[in-house]
């Protein structure tokens, strides 16, 4: 039954984890055209163009976002960096092992950016009762919602819109560590 729970989590979410990779690339693709025409309008200042007002903002934000809507799906598919040269080596039950340490210490870490990633949101997050932030561990409401320098846009928007990366990828993560579970014996060839 565990490996039949297994594979339906894992359909759900390599389909969100792709989406949200999608919509990261998106981003990066209007980002990056973006950038052109501010360069452009900064090239031709003196014909009547201009750069984009608050570029620099936009990019900072953006590229903020796109990271952790990459995140799940470079998790889903084992797309972080290994040592190769040393598992290759290694019989397929150590390998097994090894993967599913890996596993376990990404999760953790994925843990830790969600954490402080959710603890920087609450600091920025102007809204809420006192008792539902206390409850959410948002803390006190920040005196003066911070914006950015230019555009004014609300500094708690991009860091929301990261916290859902971070925490699909820590969703993808302890999924990792149990597909490794159900799946570390086949690879070991100790399967029944």
Not at 20 to 38: K, Q, Y
Request: aromatic share 12%; glycine share 14%; proline share 6%.
């Amino acid at each position: 039954m565990a490996p039949g729970w297994e594979a339906a989590t894992g359909r759900m979410l390599e389909r969100l984890s792709r989406w949200l990779a999608w919509g990261g690339g998106g981003l990066l693709a209007v980002l990056a055209a973006m950038v052109c025409a501010s360069i452009i309008g900064r090239a031709l200042d003196g014909a009547g163009l201009s750069p984009i007002t608050g570029d620099y903002e936009l990019v900072e934000a953006g590229s903020a976002v796109a990271v952790f809507a990459f995140l799940p799906w470079c998790q889903f598919k084992r797309g972080h960096v290994a040592v190769d040269i040393v598992v290759q080596n290694l019989t397929p039950r150590n390998r097994a092992i090894a993967g599913l340490a890996g596993d376990v210490l990404l999760a953790a870490v994925a843990f830790v950016i969600l954490w402080r990633l959710w603890l920087g949101f609450g600091e920025k997050f102007p809204y809420g009762s006192d008792g539902l932030r206390g409850v959410l561990g948002f803390g006190a409401r920040p005196f003066f919602p911070e914006t950015t320098y230019e555009l004014e846009i609300p500094v708690w928007i991009p860091y929301g819109l990261s916290v859902i990366g971070a925490v699909l990828f820590f969703l993808v993560s302890v999924y990792s560590i149990w597909r490794s579970i159900n799946r570390g014996p086949a690879m070991a060839g100790t399967a029944p």
